[in-house]
């Protein structure tokens, strides 16, 4: 078993890291940085973001894991105190996983003949620096409406419960192979229309989108950030790579849900203990 440690720079994520890369050492399991078997982030879901930018070359081997320093995170299943479960697991590492579908963004630069291909775990968004975003969106080559708003978002299942979510996007459970668009505040008067509601897509679908003005326009990909760049023409769809995470132990992705938004769960718990 070959792990790559990818970690923030907080003080306990530090400490954190330097205990976990110490029991792994004394256990024989080898820490690198190329090529790993298994990528180990000790952070929150940024972290785990940026661990799977930096392998996402790799995605065809690869797999995750997620050592949380905070709150439950939706990538992020093992807890701080939990670091020597977690150890014995990979000891025992069978090769397991369960994966997520990931988005494929195409761009055309202006300045570029050909396109440039990204990869986003959660979402890619589309805004203007500033005035009024226009673009013409089409599904499947066909022209579906002319948008005229702060921007657009555009999601993967997993990803739906982000800055889609805050958009009033749905949540989508990872097993469904959609990509979701969803809108910021889109105008729609007597002249100017839109549909102003969500969209899922479906997984032999893509969307296209046509800026009216080429210029000015901010493209984020998860946490990463492309401006001051001409784009033509943006694609997307679900890509023929998807996410893997180690199976040893994946909390179920409505719990995520629930303990994020809701903690019924948390609070019952909370007030069993205060009853006894």
Not at 44 to 52: C, E, I, K, P, Q
Not at 267 to 274: G, I, P, V
Request: aromatic share 10%; net charge negative; glycine share 6%.
């Amino acid at each position: 078993m070959k792990i790559a440690l990818v970690h923030n720079q907080t003080p306990e994520t530090l400490s954190v890291a330097a205990k976990f890369k110490e029991m792994c050492l004394s256990e024989k399991i080898e820490i690198i940085t190329d090529h790993p078997d298994l990528v180990v982030s000790i952070g929150g879901d940024g972290t785990l973001l940026s661990a799977f930018h930096k392998y996402e070359e790799q995605l065809n081997h690869v797999r995750f894991v997620g050592i949380h320093t905070g709150h439950l995170g939706f990538y992020t299943d093992w807890r701080t105190y939990e670091l020597p479960e977690l150890v014995e697991s990979l000891k025992h590492d069978k090769g397991e996983s369960v994966s997520y579908p990931l988005l494929d963004v195409r761009v055309k630069y202006a300045d570029e003949e050909e396109e440039t291909r990204y990869i986003a775990l959660n979402e890619a968004s589309l805004k203007k620096m500033d005035g009024t975003m226009v673009c013409d969106i089409y599904v499947k080559d066909e022209l579906f409406e002319t948008f005229r708003g702060d921007g657009l978002c555009v999601s993967t299942p997993t990803g739906s419960t982000g800055f889609s979510k805050s958009l009033g996007g749905a949540v989508i459970h990872p097993r469904t192979e959609a990509i979701q668009l969803t809108e910021m505040a889109s105008v729609n008067n007597r002249i100017y229309r839109t549909l102003s509601s969500p969209m899922i897509i479906a997984k032999d679908e893509w969307i296209v989108i046509y800026p009216h003005k080429e210029d000015r326009l901010i493209l984020s990909v998860d946490h990463l950030t492309f401006k001051k760049r001409s784009i033509e023409r943006l694609v997307y769809r679900i890509a023929q790579e998807r996410v893997h995470f180690a199976r040893y132990r994946h909390t179920h992705f409505w719990d995520r849900v629930e303990d994020a938004f809701i903690g019924v769960k948390k609070n019952d718990r909370n007030e069993r203990t205060k009853e006894r």
